[in-house]
C-alpha cells in the first residue's frame, strides 16, 4: 500500500514520462557505473558520496595531501634551518593525522626525522 507521498511521487513520475522528459537523457541504455565503497563504513557511506559530489575531499585525504606536498618540499629544500621547520611542520601533520584516525597503532603513518639534518645541527653547535 502506497502513502499520500508515494502517490504523489509516483503520479509525477508518470506524468513526466507521458510528457517524454525522460527520454535522450545522458547515460540512457549505458550500464550504471557502480563504486566499490565497500571498504567505507556503512554510517558515513552517504556523507562521502555527498562530499565527492560537491568535489570535496574528506577531512583525513585532505591531510595526507597537505602530508605529501610537504613531503616534496622538504625533499627540494637546502637550508638547514627551513628544513627543520618544515620537518616540524610535517611531524605536526602526521601527528593530526594519526589522532584522527581510529585504528590500531600499529598502523599509524611514522614521523619523519632525517638523521644528517639532526648533524648538521649538532655540527654547528659545536664551532
Known amino acids: 500500500m502506497l502513502t499520500g507521498f508515494e502517490k504523489i511521487v509516483e503520479e509525477r513520475i508518470r506524468d513526466a514520462q507521458q510528457r517524454g522528459e525522460f527520454e535522450n537523457l545522458s547515460g540512457a541504455g549505458k550500464p550504471l557505473v557502480l563504486e566499490n565503497d565497500s571498504l567505507v563504513p556503512e554510517e558515513i557511506r552517504l556523507a562521502y558520496k555527498i562530499l565527492k559530489n560537491a568535489d570535496c575531499l574528506p577531512p583525513e585525504i ?46 599509524d603513518m611514522p614521523q619523519r626525522y632525517e638523521q644528517k639534518l639532526v648533524e648538521r645541527f649538532g655540527k654547528k653547535d659545536r664551532r
Open 62 to 107: 585532505e591531510l595526507k595531501k597537505q602530508i605529501v606536498q610537504t613531503e616534496e618540499l622538504l625533499a627540494g629544500m637546502e637550508d638547514t634551518v627551513e628544513k627543520y621547520r618544515t620537518l616540524k611542520k610535517l611531524n605536526l601533520l602526521i601527528l593530526k593525522f594519526n589522532a584522527m584516525r581510529s585504528a590500531s597503532i600499529s598502523f
